[in-house]
T-cell receptor
Framework: DAGVIQSPRHEVTEMGQEVTLRCKPI?????LFWYRQTMMRGLELLIY????????DSGMPEDRFSAKMPNASFSTLKIQPSEPRDSAVYFC????????????????FGDGTRLSIL | RKEVEQDPGPFNVPEGATVAFNCTYS??????FFWYRQDCRKEPKLLMS???SGNEDGRFTAQLNRASQYISLLIRDSKLSDSATYLC???????????FGAGTRLFVKA
């Protein structure tokens, strides 16, 4: 079975450029999460979608970050303009489960995108 | 205080040793609990869910103590391949609020 698919695997770009990260969740999963991981801050939840609707974006660091989920099989995380402090590994994860149900379903992670902003 | 706190690492143990990790959480509304494993430069992967009655999967045993608000992970007969970072995960109602602990690094040496 295909897992969560992220692209690109690596991205190196210059400060000020727009960066777009892509994610395809596991088919049938209705929850999607974007995380950022750094040595200093660990794994941070940026935004969560349920049934393609953004539910909680309180973890998005600032207005330069935006995320969309136009359909159940695709999501993007965009950074514009990018800054060196955005350098991190960005993970997408998906799971079953909804807002109003107790969820004991774990999240499944993609391989991540290693982002370096020069 | 962080919502989910784990034992500081790293743990350095010889092969065959038994090692235990603890994780405390602050919100009593927590619903689901998991242990994830993350290898260097890889994504986190589910190791096991943690059930109220405790559960075992081979050499791994997970326990939950709701009264004291902590979960634990016990690894018996450690293998070199167990070397990784172990992340404690707590999920709240509906599964949409998920908090990962900072992780505990384990090194198993020959």
């Amino acid at each position: 079975d295909a897992g969560v698919i992220q692209s690109p695997r690596h991205e190196v770009t210059e400060m000020g450029q727009e960066v777009t990260l892509r994610c395809k969740p596991i088919s049938g999963h209705n929850s999607l999460f974007w995380y950022r991981q750094t040595m200093m801050r660990g794994l941070e939840l940026l935004i969560y979608f349920n049934n393609n609707v953004p539910i909680d974006d309180s973890g998005m660091p600032e207005d330069r970050f935006s995320a969309k989920m136009p359909n159940a099989s695709f999501s993007t995380l965009k950074i514009q303009p990018s800054e060196p402090r955005d350098s991190a590994v960005y993970f997408c994860a998906s799971s079953l489960g909804g807002l109003w149900t107790v969820s004991n379903q774990p999240q499944h992670f993609g391989d991540g995108t290693r982002l370096s902003i020069l | 205080r962080k919502e989910v706190e784990q034992d500081p690492g790293p743990f350095n143990v010889p092969e065959g040793a038994t090692v235990a990790f603890n994780c405390t959480y602050s919100n009593s509304a927590s619903q689901s609990f998991f242990w994830y494993r993350q290898d260097c430069r890889k994504e986190p992967k589910l190791l096991m869910s943690v059930y109220s009655s405790g559960n075992e999967d081979g050499r791994f045993t997970a326990q939950l103590n709701r009264a004291s608000q902590y979960i634990s992970l016990l690894i018996r007969d450690s293998k070199l391949s167990d070397s990784a970072t172990y992340l404690c995960v707590v999920t709240y109602t509906g599964g949409f609020k998920t908090i990962f602990g900072a992780g505990t690094r384990l090194f198993v040496k020959a």
